[in-house]
């Protein structure tokens, strides 16, 4: 079993669609967990860290369920923009390095 | 302020050779890891290195090695490359007890 598992993608929607992005990891130590952005052929960017009581940041929500080991994304009112691979990513307790998912594709359409 | 840079941007190297990458963290962050990504693949860790020292090491072969300067900014070494070995290469830096890191732009290796 992988340690960080996302959604095979790509997710094609239209502009303004609402779209989620699940993901689960195996090691119950983890302590630290974030969803990062990565546009094409560009490195990873830190869009958010998750929170166990949820944590919204404009049009995105994220939410994170330790007992199910299950991390979520939402993205609300899609924007062209948005368009990019989303990394879900997993820390454990002490350690800053990053164990990433395979990445899931979003094309945003006009 | 300067984010993470990285040198090269892009290098294309023989089977066989040898490649020495470059990173300057961000002023005041002191770890700097090291990240492989191949295509389709998220990235994976490879060194992290924090005040000189090795703090931790992913499954990659003896053919990789890094070290941090005492300005904080590292190398990465590759010896004997394979065609395996072509990918974006990242490093990002965090501050210490924090998990957020910053990543630069990468170098992106060819090997043929």
């Known amino acids: 079993r992988k340690e960080v598992e996302q959604d ?75 368009s990019a691979t989303y990394l879900c990513v997993v820390s454990l307790a002490g350690y800053s390095t990053l164990t990433f998912g395979k990445g899931t594709m979003l094309l945003v359409s006009p | 302020d300067a984010g993470v840079t990285q040198s090269p941007t892009h290098l294309i190297k023989t089977r066989g050779q040898q490649v020495t990458l470059r990173c300057s963290p961000i002023s005041g962050h002191k770890s700097v890891s090291w990240y492989q990504q191949v295509l389709g693949q998220g990235p994976q860790f490879i060194f992290q290195y924090y005040e000189k020292e090795e703090r931790g090491r992913g499954n990659f072969p003896d053919r990789f090695s890094a070290r941090q300067f005492p300005n904080y900014s590292s190398e990465l070494n590759v010896n004997a490359l394979l065609l395996g070995d072509s990918a974006l290469y990242l490093c990002a830096s965090s501050i210490p007890g924090r998990t957020e890191a910053f990543f630069g732009q990468g170098t992106r290796l060819t090997v043929v």
């Open chain 1, 8 to 82: 095979p993608g790509p997710f094609n929607v239209p502009e303004g669609a609402t779209v989620a992005f699940n993901c689960t990891y195996s090691n119950s130590a983890s302590q630290s967990f974030f969803w990062y952005r990565q546009d094409c052929r560009k490195e990873p960017k830190l869009l958010m860290s998750v929170y166990s009581s949820g944590n919204e940041d404009g049009r995105f929500t994220a939410q994170l369920n330790r007992a199910s080991q299950y991390i979520s994304l939402l993205i609300r009112d899609s924007k062209l923009s948005d």
